[in-house]
């Protein structure tokens, strides 16, 4: 039961965290240089003055600051996050549109970095100073180094131009007017590039910690104990190196999540994807800061949310929580 | 004591046996080779200091030396007519577990932390193929029944975290004796427990062993456990056996000059007579409290742990007073109180005039001066960036002496610990244990203290070293008229040393008064407990003539 | 042990050899310094090799690398030499990883070191701060504050700055916090030193290694910020930038392929020397991963 006063403690604390964002949000649109109304508005000349008068009135932008803040969170917790001019629609309707083909690419690009990462790390350190072990290291150093953007765009230069394998845009073939279990499939074919890319990088990171977190379990005492036990080398791995050694991984999961939607922005951005990183980066062209704002609270939300999940994955994994 | 002479041939025989070192180590091998033998139902013990190259010698018997640097060169290992270093890694791991087991030192870690318990000790039938599912269960009771844990059933479910290291220590003995194997190899195996769960330990072994007639061989560096539980000795000494042979005649009339040194340097058990000390107290403890409260979440209330009940006790100008206890007595709470590195929560800490526990911050710092520290690990109480010099100075300087003035102190004062003044120049890493011990007490002396708190300061030095710092210690009192208080688990090192012992036990002090008197006719039941734990006691050391002993000096 | 007493000066240059020696055991290592210090000095020639800036235009737009003598990276798409923005974009890689890295570890060390030290109440506080932080998906919060505070070198230091000081102060704190309870802190609290000392001279040299480390990789994480920042139009609009130069190309991918392929390359090779030069530092400075023989 202490494991569920665990969870519950990360719940209130996730409440906290958010709220925290939110009043981050507001701070952020008044230490802009200008006119909240205006900054809310978008870009100088996009917005008229019944729309500027209109937000003064709907934000109490004329009030003292508490009472502004007040409104702010008050209409963050109904999911009113606002009006983007530029686009003439509501910021939520706009964001949980899109919100979907961000889920499916930011969640395909994690499974495959976390298999594909604990998978060659655990094979670098079973195979610790072999040359399958030098290759891992070598391959995982260069993609952590590797911009995503970039990756993408050379992903796109060979597979799609070049190769023509794979789609390298958008989300689904335009005009094709699929359905069923062609428009599935025509989807995911148009998913293999974005997604892989964005999860190479972060497969990187997770060999890295893997290979470095199962060398330093290999060297514990009780791996020697289950040697002396005799037990064949593929079991002490499996059972008893590899099962502590993934406590980190987990651990670095969750504060990874942040990463993933940072990376979704430039993948999406490259790949023309129809998830919420590309309609940021249409929002930072536009200058419409409403819609970036928004934008920003739903994509920590998400990360919140991710780190509950890795909470609740890592009581489940280590007996040892009622300590923390 | 002769079971060794039953057995027709030994169970196992080492011969010859070289085991290197990586190049770059302080010698080329670790064991160079050494030949004994170990008789079906027999203890024998190998004992050594650090570095003496004994646990080697039992890593290779089981195969588990650190490869590859690590590994044996030359020689053999016989066990039930083959050589253990011919054996492919396949065949090693048919004789581990089954008819070699092994248990560690550290019980603390020795078992995975994810694993139940019950599990871990099944794996061993697993990983010979034995017995079923159900069989398995029923055997892993039995067997948690066997070596005396409490409600086997249940335990089996549990995590390791939930069992004391004791409770740890019975079920890797419990998980070494699965499969009732011929030959059983304990590397240390109570070092690291508390002194009454040592006594425990030491006597499950020699019951198990000898009910199911096994060959035990027991790495240790205490002499007092070899006294308690040995058939035979050998003593190890840089990678070499320089001694061998029953236990009787190796503790009693040790022929080699090293382990003459050895024993001379065990602290008697038997308090030597002290003259009573007069005058009024330097230092006056009157009802200390301190409980911890461990961290208030959300949900769950503080757990409170009292570490210091209602202690009160005096210490007289040039008295030594032992604390003694078990981990978790609360006797370094005490000590850290005294020195103020802790806040008492009431009660007085009265020094002459001054009541030590009412001072904070700036107003108590021109106080500290007249209580100085000695620390238990000599690798972690000086700070690895500063030299020698720094250290030992640094406290004038913090109040208010000029740093030429200091560093003069400091060399004189290294050379008063016995280290040469060119020591100032040098950083902690280049000194032994020993002489980092030496530099601690340097840095205590250089305030001028009249009390020293010295908590553990030899238990993490080798016997021979532990005898020299003590002897130091002894001559500085001495010459300084300083009083002392002596934190120690070991009741050898405080019949030794302390005029006046206080027994501490879950925060409370239970016996209090002379050393002798303690000793010769305790009180109180825990005490009584303490004393019969002690291991060894009814072994009386001989008087040996140790020639050279000077040449240790320098350690 | 010899008993010789070595001159400080020589021992000092006895210590950096030893520190050398360890540091190039790690092959990559030295690959890795060898890489830095040829963009650091490319960086440092630029107006030299390159008096013009390199946002003028100077051949026909589209000119595929090698295909014109003196263009080696060939031009963009309008006509400005791909090989001055590189080593112009050197500079404010260097120039932007150095100086954010900087602003993170200020932040970072003062908050971890508080924390670390007082404990209690004042360490809760601040680690929830930091916990806030690190939840926050940093890169979504550096495009945020730089398109709210303007593009511009300053902005876009101080908001990698911003996001990337949390695991500084979670490494520091768990150094100070180790360190306050070794004996030898405790040592210097018996016998009497300040806080400020007991910070200064005790722990804080202690932090070092590991932080000197982690600065390393920081510095190669903000230069990938950095570029990522400037690919999505939010750098500096007055400097060439290795990102730009790929955002700029980016539409034109499919006609011209080296106008994206060499500053990607430079950034690819820039920060895996940087990542290679910390793990040469890690193993020359925290020796303790060495296999311990006992």
Known sequence: MQKLSFIAK?????????????VLNFFLIRAAPGDPAQVMAGEAGAADEIFIAQLREQFGLDRPLHEQLLIYVGGIVTLDMGYSYRQQQPVADLIFDRLPATLILTGTAFVISILLGVLLGALAAARVGKWTDSLITVVALVFYATPLFWIALMAILLFSVQLGWLPGFGMESVGAGYSGFQRVLDVLQHLVLPATTLGLFFMAIYARLTRASMLEVMDMDFVKTARAKGLPPGRITRVHVLRNAILPVITLAGIQAGQLVGGAVLTETVFAWPGIGRLMFDALLQRDYNLLLGVFFV????????????????????????LK | MSKAAMGDAPLLQVEDLSISLPPGAERPLAVEKISFELARNEILCVVGESGSGKSMSANAIMGLLPRPHVHPVAGAIRFEGRDLLQLSEVELRDLRGSRIGMIFQEPMTALNPLMRIGEQISEVFDAHGLLTKRERKARVVELLREVGLPDPETLGESYPFRLSGGQRQRVMIAMALALEPAILIADEPTTALDVTTQAQILQLIKSLQERHHMAVMFITHDFGVVAEIADRVAVMQFG??????????????????????LIAAVPHFEPPDRRSLEGPPLLSVKSLEKTYVTERGLFTAGRRVPAAQAVSFDIKKGETLGLVGESGSGKSTVGRCIVRLLESDSGEIRFGEIDLARLKGRALRPHRRHVQMIFQDPYASLNPRSKVGTIVAEGPMAHGTDRATAMARAAELLRLVGLDATAAERFPHEFSGGQRQRIGIARALALDPELLVADEPVSALDVSVQAQVLELLAEIKQRLQLSMLFITHDLRVAAQICDNIAVMKLGRIVEYGPTRRVFKDPQHSYTRELLSAVPGRHWSIPEVSVEAERQAVRS | MSTAAASPRSAQ????????????????????????????????????????????????????????????FGTDTLGRDIGAGLVHGARISLLVGIVSTVVALTIGVTIGALAGYYGGLLDDALMRFTEFFQTIPNFALAIVLVAIFQPSITSVIVAIGIVSWPPVARLVR??????????????????????????????LPNTLSPVIVMASLMIAQAILLESSLSFLGLGDPNTMSWGYMIGAARTVIRQAWWMSFFPGVAILLTVLALNLVGEGLNDALNPRLARKGR
């Open chain 1, 299 to 322: 994509s920590s939300a998400m990360v919140i949310l991710f780190n509950l999940v890795t909470d609740v994955v890592y009581t489940l994994v280590d007996p040892r929580i009622e």
């Open chain 1, 10 to 22: 990360r719940l209130v604390k996730a409440v906290f965290v958010l709220l925290a964002i939110v």
């Open chain 2, 240 to 261: 070499k056996i320089v001694e061998m042979g029953p236990a009787r005649k190796v503790l009693n009339d040790p022929q080699h000059d090293y382990t003459r040194r």
């Open chain 3, 13 to 72: 240059a006895q210590a950096f050899r030893d520190f050398w020696k360890r540091f190039a055991r790690n092959k990559g290592a030295v690959v890795g310094v060898v890489i830095l210090l040829a963009v650091v000095v490319l960086a440092a020639v630029a107006p030299l090799i390159y008096p013009q800036s390199p946002w003028s235009m100077v051949q026909r737009p589209f000119l595929p690398p090698l295909a014109v003598d003196g263009f080696l």
């Open chain 3, 174 to 203: 768990g150094e100070f916090l180790s360190l306050r309870s070794r004996e030898f802190v405790q040592a210097s609290v018996v016998l009497g030193q300040s806080n400020l000392q007991i910070i200064t001279r005790q722990i």
